[in-house]
């Protein structure tokens, strides 16, 4: 079983939709981190998380440290959204999960 | 505009060719790091370096070497490639700060 598990790997949306990228893993962390990575390669980081709840723009990012859980949502989607959008776990080490590939139909 | 700086973006190399891929960030970053990004794998840490004048063994290295040259500069290195090495590379740094990572553009590199 991998360390990092990510859910769904595929998800189509239409623009406007509320989306849900779900990122679960095994082990004790110190932080969890969501990327972006773009058709063209470049990653970018959107979020590091140790408790709770961030926000930034359309982007929240929600962690449950007692459920090894965290959500990525989309509030309005919008074309500009589709991407690869990856987990990562911080232990002692960074573990990363393979991917949720979002495509946002306009 | 600061951020990390990766070169090159493209490479064709032969089996047994050595190449050198560089990596600069002008973020005053502790820590850096080198990834390979493979088809239906998440990314795969190659090596790391903690702070300057350290590095350590990530899940993959065998076949490369790193050098953390000063704070801003870690290389990595492939004495002898072979088609196994064909990837996405990326490097990484990462500090004080809310976001955490902030990455390179990426080298593909193709062994044939």
């Known amino acids: 079983k991998n360390e990092v598990e990510q859910s769904p790997q595929n998800l189509t949306a239409q623009e406007g939709e509320f989306i849900t990228i779900n990122c679960s893993y095994s082990?004790?962390?110190?932080?969890l981190h969501w990327l972006q990575q773009h058709p063209g390669g470049g990653i970018v980081s959107l979020f590091m998380l140790s408790s709770g709840k961030k926000k930034h723009g359309r982007l929240i990012a929600t962690i449950n440290i007692q459920e090894k859980h965290s959500s990525l949502h989309i509030t309005a989607s919008h074309p500009r959204d589709s991407a690869v959008y990856i987990c990562?776990?911080?232990?002692?080490?960074?573990?990363f999960g393979t991917g949720t590939r979002l495509k946002v139909l306009a | 505009n600061a951020g990390v700086t990766q070169t090159p973006k493209f490479q064709v190399l032969k089996t047994g060719q050595s190449m050198t891929l560089q990596c600069a960030q002008d973020?005053?970053?502790?820590?850096m790091y080198w990834y390979r990004q493979d088809p239906g794998m998440g990314l795969r840490l190659i090596y790391y370096?903690?702070?300057?004048?350290?590095?350590d063994k990530g899940e993959v290295p065998n076949g490369y070497n790193v050098s953390r040259l000063n704070k801003r500069e870690f290389s990595l290195r492939l004495e002898s490639a072979a088609p196994s090495q064909t990837s996405v590379y990326f490097c990484a740094s990462s500090g004080q700060g809310a976001l955490g990572y902030t990455f390179g553009s990426g080298t593909r590199l193709t062994v044939v």
């Open positions: 370096s903690a702070s300057e004048g350290t590095t």
């Open positions: 973020m005053n970053h502790n820590s």
């Open positions: 082990v004790g962390i110190s932080a």
């Open positions: 990562a776990v911080q232990y002692y080490k960074y573990i």
